[in-house]
């Protein structure tokens, strides 16, 4: 993997960069304010040209052929497997006659981010084979030779009843939390489970605590089951932010609408404060400084389970639409939309899932920062994995050496300007450093941040939402006495 700097002696041509060893880690974001269009059906869909690089003529000119700049998605093209229209009926029908497995929530998230492509080149929950790659080494073969990385396994467990079921059937139904037909998977595998084998292997950790161990792995039946995936519809959750679950297929087409020659992608699954607005920017403006004409920023916050005490996705999308409308994001240079995968909060082999997904959106460039996917161990008072070993990892990741990893210097609350700025060692005392935890308390409390740690209008969602918390558990408590 190339690791961009950010060094002033490097050439300001962006096809000439060259990169150091080592990366340093930064966030991403991004805001479209429009509802999507639909999404094409698989059977229509046309490859990818290829790439060109950022000095190429300007597709301006009415008598220039419109060219992509994008880098091509893993396998050199998306993998997308939703029906075209004209299939849905007879699809549904055909699902009504197979064996069916009931999707938890968190297999229907993972229905999503296979059928929009996010995990090209797969082509549906993963078999045995891919399985084991994935499990050892966070990476798949191609027939070609080729690797891709995949670092995170994407299954689906069910239970000795449903396996049972199954019977010799080579195709079964996948029906949704509410009951209805989402999907068929064709062309099955069946294979063992071994719980402990996957935990310890994607977390390198079996202690109790693991949020989506405990949510989706402990509790899952003791087989997997992969093979083929068709969906029969888009995925919707109808919960009033559909519009902002752009596939990477509609995020390419208006990158190219907008002409960008390089896509920074940022994602946090925290509200956006200053210091984060403070590294998108600067980031932009280094890129122009490289050569760059038009870079674009991909705001990405991740939209699918999350751990209990992370703040809502509603609540963070109406946070990060107040930092657009307060203007310290640039509307006309920042998507904002939502990244549909489930957060496992295994550190340094989860962010190059991360990683790896935004390469088939188009993104370039990857801001990662101090612990990416990480999380407090779970029954220790320490960090769960070292703080810099995801940023190093993804600079060695096998299957993401198009990715170029951009650096940040770290972001701190300067008391003396009274803004957040990049951290001087030399006047070390004069920097606040809040981290989440504590901007969450002093949102939970009341109390406002320093000035210029937040916008107003970002500040005011925060607080307003934790009142809201606080007073559904006064109704609790006083429902309780009476």
């Known amino acids: 993997m190339a690791i961009l700097s950010f060094n002033p002696t490097l050439s300001s041509s962006p096809s000439s960069l060259s990169f150091p060893k080592h990366p340093q880690r930064v966030p991403h974001f991004a805001f479209f304010p429009s509802a999507p269009t639909p999404l094409t059906s698989p059977s229509?869909?046309?490859?990818?040209?290829?790439?060109?690089?950022?000095?190429?003529?300007?597709?301006?000119?009415?008598?220039?052929?419109?060219?992509?700049?994008?880098?091509?998605?893993?396998g050199g093209f998306l993998t997308e497997l939703v029906a075209p229209p004209s299939e849905r009926d007879a699809l549904r029908q055909e699902a009504s006659t197979l064996p069916s497995i009931s999707l938890k929530q968190i297999d229907l998230e993972w229905v999503h981010v296979l059928s929009e492509g996010w995990a090209s080149p797969l082509s549906g929950f993963m078999r045995e084979n891919e399985y084991l790659q994935c499990l050892h080494f966070n990476c798949l073969k191609m027939d070609d030779g080729s690797i891709v990385n995949m670092s995170l396994p994407i299954v689906l467990a069910i239970t000795?009843?449903?396996?049972?079921?199954?019977?010799?059937?080579?195709?079964?139904?996948?029906?949704?939390?509410?009951?209805?037909?989402?999907?068929?998977?064709?062309?099955?595998?069946?294979?063992?489970?071994?719980k402990e084998?996957?935990?310890?292997?994607?977390w390198g950790c079996t202690a109790p605590?693991?949020?989506?161990?405990?949510?989706?792995?402990?509790?899952?039946?003791?087989?997997?089951?992969?093979?083929?995936?068709?969906?029969?519809?888009?995925?919707?959750?109808?919960?009033?932010?559909?519009?902002?679950?752009?596939?990477?297929?509609?995020?390419?087409?208006?990158?190219?609408r907008r002409e960008a020659d390089a896509v920074f992608a940022f994602q946090l699954r925290n509200p956006v404060h200053n210091g984060h607005a403070l590294l998108m920017n600067d980031t932009r403006r280094r890129l122009l400084e490289m050569?760059?004409?038009?870079?674009?920023?991909?705001?990405?916050p991740l939209g699918g389970f999350v751990k209990a005490d992370d703040v809502p996705l509603d609540v963070r999308m109406?946070?990060?639409?107040?930092?657009l409308e307060d203007g310290v994001l640039d509307p006309e240079t920042t998507i904002v939309a939502i990244f549909p995968s489930p957060m496992h909060y295994a550190g340094p082999t989860?962010?190059?899932?991360?990683?790896?997904?935004?390469?088939?959106?188009?993104?370039?460039?990857?801001?990662?920062?101090?612990?990416?996917?990480?999380?407090?161990?779970?029954?220790?008072?320490?960090?769960?994995?070292?703080?810099?070993?995801?940023?190093?990892?993804?600079?060695?990741?096998?299957?993401?050496?198009k990715l170029n990893i951009l650096p940040f210097k770290v972001a701190a609350y300067d008391q003396v300007a009274k803004k957040m700025a990049f951290f001087e060692p030399s006047r070390s005392q004069d920097f606040l450093f809040i981290s989440g935890t504590k901007m969450r308390n002093f949102a939970k409390s009341g109390e406002n941040p320093p000035d210029g740690f937040m916008c107003p209008g970002g500040w005011k969602v925060l607080v307003d939402y934790y009142n809201s918390l606080q007073s559904e558990e006064a109704v609790v408590k006083t429902t309780v006495g009476a």
């Not at 229509?44 to 091509?72: C, G, Q």
């Not at 084998?197 to 994607?202: D, G, K, S």
């Not at 801001?367 to 600079?395: C, F, Q, W």
């Open 44 to 74: 229509s869909l046309s490859l990818y040209p290829k790439r060109i690089m950022p000095n190429s003529p300007s597709s301006r000119d009415p008598h220039v052929t419109r060219t992509s700049a994008l880098i091509d998605p893993d």
């Open 160 to 194: 000795d009843q449903e396996k049972e079921a199954i019977g010799a059937n080579e195709s079964v139904a996948l029906l949704g939390p509410s009951g209805g037909a989402v999907a068929i998977l064709r062309r099955i595998e069946i294979y063992p489970h071994n």
């Open 197 to 202: 084998e996957r935990i310890a292997r994607t």
């Open 209 to 256: 605590g693991l949020p989506y161990v405990e949510e989706a792995i402990t509790p899952a039946g003791n087989w997997l089951i992969g093979g083929d995936l068709q969906v029969i519809e888009p995925i919707k959750y109808n919960d009033g932010l559909d519009h902002y679950r752009l596939s990477p297929r509609q995020l390419r087409d208006e990158f190219d």
């Open 291 to 300: 050569g760059y004409k038009n870079p674009i920023l991909l705001l990405h």
């Open 318 to 323: 109406e946070q990060h639409k107040k930092v």
């Open 350 to 401: 989860e962010v190059q899932w991360h990683a790896k997904a935004r390469i088939n959106a188009g993104a370039n460039f990857y801001i990662v920062g101090r612990d990416p996917a990480g999380m407090g161990h779970p029954t220790e008072k320490r960090d769960l994995y070292n703080p810099d070993h995801g940023k190093k990892v993804l600079s060695m990741a096998p299957g993401l050496e």
